[in-house]
Nanobody, 118 residues
């Protein structure tokens, strides 16, 4: 499977961005999708996940601000990011993995950079 993330960019604090992840292959609908991020000098963080049946989970740091969704017909996953903060600055990676597995060991796309200025 191949994953292609897009939608990163530079915004001011309080702004919004929508990340997209396009997945190739026929296994998309039976797997979870998720987003990790890694800021410079910091550990990788699992930001949000959505299982094949639509159950979502979020890191405490983004709850209420970020929304993950998926469109199985299009093999797409999305991360809507609202009320962005400078601490959200990071490279964001989309992943695909079996539901409730160790997502870090799933398939990874290339990163897309999000920069939030104060």
């Amino acid at each position: 499977v191949q994953l292609q993330a897009s939608g990163g960019g530079s915004v001011q604090a309080g702004g919004s961005l929508r990340l997209s992840c396009a997945a190739s292959g026929s296994i998309f609908s039976i797997n979870a999708m998720g987003w990790y991020r890694q800021a410079a000098g910091k550990q990788r963080e699992l930001v949000a996940t959505i299982t094949s049946d639509g159950s979502t989970n979020y890191a405490d740091s983004v709850k209420g601000r970020f929304t993950i969704s998926r469109d199985n017909a299009k093999n797409m996953a999305y991360l809507q990011m609202n009320n962005l903060k400078p601490e959200d600055t990071a490279v964001y990676y989309c992943i695909l993995a079996p539901d409730y597995s160790d997502y870090e060991y799933g398939s990874w796309g290339q990163g897309t950079l999000v920069t939030v200025s104060s």
